[in-house]
C-alpha cells in the first residue's frame, strides 16, 4: 500500500507559479504521474515521470509550461508550473501504479491539493 500526500497548491494570478510537492510512503517507486480535476470535468493526466525509463509525458495543455520531477530516493514528487492560466485551475492529484496519461492505470491516489489562478 502506498501512500501520497500532496502540498502546495493555492490561489495565483495569470502568469504566475506554483510547485507542487508530493511526497510518498514509500521509496523506489517508478512511475509518478500528477492528474487534475476541474470542476465539472474529467479528470486529466498533466504529466508522468519514470526515472528507470528515462522518461518524461505530459499533456500537449501544459507541454512547456509544467516541469514534473522525481528525487533520486523516489520519494518526493514535484510539478513546477509556470505561466499559469485561469484554465489551469483543478483540484490535483499525485498518483502512482502506472506509467502513462491514463487514470485507470493507476492504483495509488492522493486526496488532492486545490490550485485556483484568477485573471
Known amino acids: 500500500q502506498v501512500q501520497l500526500v500532496e502540498s502546495g497548491g493555492g490561489s495565483v494570478q495569470a502568469g504566475g507559479s506554483l510547485r507542487l510537492s508530493c511526497a510518498a510512503s514509500?521509496?523506489?517507486?517508478?512511475?509518478m504521474a500528477w492528474f487534475r480535476q476541474a470542476p465539472g470535468k474529467e479528470r486529466e493526466g498533466v504529466a508522468v515521470v519514470c526515472p528507470r525509463l528515462g522518461t518524461t509525458q505530459y499533456a500537449d495543455s501544459v507541454k512547456g509550461r509544467f516541469t514534473i520531477s522525481q528525487d533520486n530516493a523516489n520519494h518526493m514528487l514535484f510539478l513546477q508550473m509556470d505561466k499559469l492560466k485561469p484554465e489551469d485551475t483543478a483540484m490535483y492529484y499525485c498518483a502512482s501504479g502506472g506509467w502513462t496519461l491514463h487514470d485507470y492505470e493507476y492504483s495509488f491516489w492522493g486526496r488532492g491539493t486545490q490550485v485556483t489562478v484568477s485573471s
Open positions: 514509500v521509496t523506489n517507486i517508478n512511475c
